[in-house]
């Protein structure tokens, strides 16, 4: 396989990394020290409004969002994974924010030479070098949780993709660090958000067991076999570990760079629904899916009229049964206008209980209700143009439109099913990506008929 289209490079001015913190101590003072040079900046920011100086908040976001994304680069892990979640959700930051977190899609501060070599010697006892024909020390990408190498092996070229270390004891350190902030802002206990900092935690951690994702990534791609216009890459157990995964090299470029290159909508459209096919697939027929959608996670090309690989199966969530039937009733066509059926799938879901007061009900029933007909309209119609721009931001429009009604700002309890957590993320992300594709597709919805015989 041609090595001709590359993974973003590593940008000159990104230093590598000699070193990460990753003890509850050092992360802490990480966290302290940007803390400080945040409110330094708020400080300076009114020193200079003070006097006359023109300081915008626009500037004041900036510096904060640079400072910021500079830390979590060094710390990597869970905290530079929120980070690229909340960059998937459009305006729900300022963009000074949301420009600098969507970097963790790409590209971050990378491991330096040294790091690497280590990682190999304690997990498969060996150099880069003794594995591989060809092995280049400068990462090709580097993102929260690894970074990928190029190489090549018996002619064919390879991506191997190196964990950070102590990436997995530092998910749980972090966790146990943010918490307690958390609960006292939010005002909430341990009890009330136990079962989705659970959910994060365990989906986070298995981000960081390579062989899961192996085994993952291989099942997946084989049931996937049949769906035309995806491409997976093979992997290779040999050269891999539990922090280390080796894989096929696959060409195409990440989406920002492909919509530069100006594609055709017929082209757009077949990537489009290519994208929606295989989550269709996965949620209604596999019932499980690859629930980390950012545009990092593919490469598109416009060979045979539009192919899209598929990246990086570290996150993949399980649907349970009940949860899968009672989740797609709610995008049934008649739900909403059917306020006991409603109610009663909005009562299993976890969203709704029975000792709600009646205002507190009515409120809930009603922010669902305008967020489903939203929500929903892609699944019930034969197809969707998801570059309807007006549709797209009314979409993104929907949360501060929500967010305006002061009963709803005052309810801070979390309420839903655990498992909304990534299925929600899932679509989000899978959202994002056709509304940037600009792409229509068919979402009908075939293999859900299916799953019901």
């Known amino acids: ?26 992360r802490a003072a990480r966290f302290a020290k940007t803390g400080l040079k945040v409110g330094a900046n708020y400080v300076k920011h ?9 300081s915008t908040t626009e500037n004041l976001h900036a510096a904060n969002a640079a400072e910021l994304y500079g830390a979590l ?99 749980r350190s972090d966790i146990r660090l943010v918490k307690p902030i ?16 659970e959910e994060v935690e365990t989906r986070l951690l298995e981000e960081t067991d390579y062989k899961l994702e192996l085994r993952r990534g291989t099942e997946i791609a084989d049931r996937s076999a049949e769906l035309p216009h995806l491409e997976f890459a093979r992997y290779y157990p040999e050269y891999s570990s539990t922090r280390i995964l080796t894989m096929d090299w ?52 416009a060979d045979n009229g539009g192919t899209l690989g598929v990246l990086d199966f570290g996150c993949v969530k399980d649907i349970p049964a009940e949860f899968y039937e009672q989740f797609f009733a709610l995008l049934e066509p008649g739900v909403l206008t059917d306020e006991v059926r409603l109610a009663t799938l909005l009562t299993a879901l976890e969203v709704l209980r029975p000792d709600d ?18 929500v929903a309209q892609p699944f019930q119609q034969p197809s969707f143009d998801f570059g309807n721009e007006a549709y797209i931001q009314s979409l993104y429009a929907l949360g501060d439109d929500l967010m305006q009604q002061p009963e709803l700002r005052q309810q801070r309890e979390p309420r839903g099913s655990r498992h909304f957590i990534y299925v929600n993320r899932t679509y989000v992300g899978l959202y994002a990506l056709l509304s940037e594709l600009k792409a229509e597709v068919r979402t009908e919805m075939p293999f859900l008929a299916e799953a019901k015989l």
């Open 1 to 26: 396989m041609s090595d001709s289209q590359e993974i973003i490079p590593t940008p000159e001015s990104s230093k590598p990394l000699v070193s990460l913190p990753t003890t509850k101590v050092a």
């Open 46 to 54: 009114y020193a200079r409004r003070s006097v006359g100086a023109e």
């Open 73 to 171: 680069s060094e710390m990597k892990g869970s905290v530079l994974k929120v980070a690229q979640m909340m960059a998937m959700e459009k305006n729900i930051l300022p963009s000074a924010y949301a420009d600098q977190f969507a970097q963790a899609q790409y590209q971050t501060p990378p491991l330096s030479g040294p790091l690497v070599i280590k990682v190999f010697r304690d997990t498969l006892g060996r150099s880069p070098y003794e594995l591989f024909d060809e092995f280049d020390i400068n990462a090709r990408q580097a993102a929260s949780i690894g970074q990928v190498h190029f190489a090549r092996k018996d002619g064919k070229a390879l991506a191997v993709k190196v964990q950070y270390p102590g990436v997995a004891d530092s998910i």
């Open 182 to 197: 958390a609960l006292r802002v939010l005002g909430l206990s341990e009890s009330q958000v136990r079962p989705y900092l």
């Open 250 to 301: 696959l060409p195409g470029q990440h989406l920002k760079e492909f919509l530069a290159t100006n594609p055709s909508q017929a082209v757009r459209n077949q990537l489009g629904q290519a994208l929606w096919d295989f989550y269709a697939f996965q949620i209604h027929t596999l019932r499980q899916v690859h629930a980390d959608p950012h545009p990092g996670n593919f490469l598109l090309r």
């Open 357 to 374: 007061p009646a205002a507190q009900r009515d409120l809930y029933l009603r922010t669902i209700k305008a967020s489903l007909e939203l």
